[in-house]
């Protein structure tokens, strides 16, 4: 009787299998809606760290980054002792440190050495999550949703720069912002953007990537019909030909092995202070964020309150998978917003489900030729998706600093938090005559100063009068009243 319960759970259900042929599509679903979110992060960092596009060693980087989505997916939906939330929570390389690592890797000289010291950075920060998971039950009062949403807020601002950076074809392209580009991208989001609102199931679910898949069909288009190189003038003053950024090298695909086990250490780490103390405070960040992930899985798709045992297990899922993503030469692996979302839209909460979704992402890390197929993405295709992802988690941001009614209290942490710590962030020469301890937390990135005033700002302010929830009974209750004194 218990296999056959089992066997007949619907894709609502957290527990059980659905039949396949329910399950299959939407584990794919989720693949899809993260599968670009994915691969993103690398794509722009080791744009920075000087890691040719399309080369060996990002494939092999965008091929791990695969394998170990998939991983840390199944870990997190099934566990591993006290690691994992046991609940249906997709992972993947994590946009929110996108603006540090930027930043590391500018500090370190924007090599390879770079990306060494961001991967070296990323394991003792994942450990140091680890630990903090171990512990979230009594910090959790710390990490309400005024500075979640706060830090939500700060990661999309930081990034929003980055996606139209990519929209104008890459900021360090010769031909940055050419008409070309611009219209690439802007056809990417049109497209997108009908997709999602204008058709329903999959193709609506999958619209970010079918974006994408038009874009590549167009750029294909163009390079028969326009000219694929041209002329410009260097900072030496040199006349020098280059191809657009817009034209698909197609050849690294056809170049890259059909099958491939994936390398452990790609890239030779670096010790470095100077990217250890801001990734490990970027790491109490993302704690944080996993945490209002984890409470919107709950909240949206079963209608109660997180556990502190599923918040701790997540957290800690979060912490060990990038350091073991580290080890794969992988950036920081954490809960993915978008599949938040989703799971809040549809309802679909299946763990079983997900875990299909995984065990195809641990499918795709095998193949190299998919990993070179993303590889040489044309920026302005990459920036059309982008600035729509990006700019999404701005919303998700606003939506957990609004959860609750704004009482004059969390208005300040917000305004402070993204007013001076973001600010000071995202204009670091404002800091250039302090220490050098103070640059290395403050300097590059807004979302870690942003969250440790909003952190600090929540323990020091006296506390409302009324809790958020009594508020917010406040105004149901008043919003009832006047609807019945209408109906009268």
């Known amino acids: 009787m218990e296999t056959k319960e089992k066997n007949t759970a619907t894709p609502y259900d957290l527990d059980g299998k659905p039949p396949l042929k329910l399950a299959i599509p939407l584990g794919l679903q989720h693949v899809l809606a993260m599968f670009v979110g994915n691969l993103t992060p690398l794509l722009i960092i080791t744009g920075v760290c000087g890691i040719e596009s399309g080369s060996a060693l990002q494939v092999a980087l965008l091929q791990n980054a695969m394998l170990v989505a998939g991983i840390v997916t199944l870990i997190q939906v099934y566990t591993i002792g006290p690691v994992g939330g046991k609940l249906p929570i997709v992972m993947g390389t994590s946009s929110g440190f996108i603006g540090v690592c930027r930043s590391v890797a500018v500090t370190m000289g924007s090599g390879v050495a770079g990306y060494g010291a961001i991967l070296a950075a990323s394991f003792i920060g994942g450990l140091f999550e680890t630990v903090l998971g171990g512990f979230l039950k009594p910090l959790r009062k710390f990490f309400p949703a005024v500075v979640t ?31 070309e580009n611009l219209f ?19 193709t609506s679910f999958s619209s970010i990537l079918l974006g994408i898949i038009v874009g ?9 019909v326009l000219p694929t190189t041209f002329t410009y003038t260097d900072e030496t003053g040199a006349v020098v030909e280059a191809t657009k950024s817009w034209v698909v090298n197609w050849s690294k695909v056809a170049d890259a092995s059909w099958f491939a086990i994936p390398k452990i250490m790609p890239v030779k780490w670096v010790f470095d202070a100077k990217a250890i103390v801001p990734i490990c405070i970027m790491f109490v960040v993302t704690a ?32 060990l998978g990038s350091s073991f993503a580290a080890l794969l030469g992988v950036l920081p692996n954490t809960s993915f917003s978008q599949n938040v979302g989703l799971v809040a839209m549809n309802k679909v909460v299946n763990r079983y489900s997900i875990g299909i979704g995984g ?12 990993a070179a197929l993303i590889s040489i993405m044309p920026q302005s295709v990459l ?12 919303v998700s941001g606003i939506q957990l600093i609004t959860k609750w009614p704004l009482s004059p209290r969390n208005v300040t942490i917000v305004s402070v938090a993204l007013g001076v710590g973001y600010g000071l962030g995202s204009n670091s020469a404002v800091l250039a005559q302090l220490p050098e301890s103070i640059n290395l937390i403050f300097g590059g990135s807004g979302i870690v100063p ?18 958020e929830v009594e508020l917010a009974e406040e105004i149901l209750a008043d919003k009832k009243a006047k609807e019945k004194s209408k109906s009268k």
């Open 149 to 179: 949403g706060t830090v939500v807020l700060s990661i999309g601002l930081s990034l929003i720069s980055v996606g139209i950076g990519s929209f104008g074809g890459g900021s360090t392209a010769p031909d940055y912002g050419s008409l």
């Open 359 to 370: 065990i195809f992402l641990i499918a795709c890390g095998l193949f190299p030729k998919l």
């Open 383 to 394: 920036g059309g998706a982008a600035v729509m992802m990006f700019s999404s988690i701005v």
């Open 216 to 224: 590549y069909i167009l750029v294909s288009i163009m390079a028969m």
């Open 450 to 467: 942003a969250a440790l005033f909003a952190i600090i700002l929540n323990i020091i302010l006296p506390k409302d009068e009324k809790t």
């Open 288 to 319: 944080v964020e996993t945490v209002g992930d984890i409470s919107g899985i709950t909240e949206g798709g079963l209608g109660r309150e997180a556990t502190d045992k599923e918040l701790s297990g997540g957290v800690m899922c979060d912490g």
């Open 184 to 202: 690439v991208g802007t056809v990417v989001l049109v497209v997108i953007i009908a997709l999602k609102h204008g058709t329903k199931g999959f």
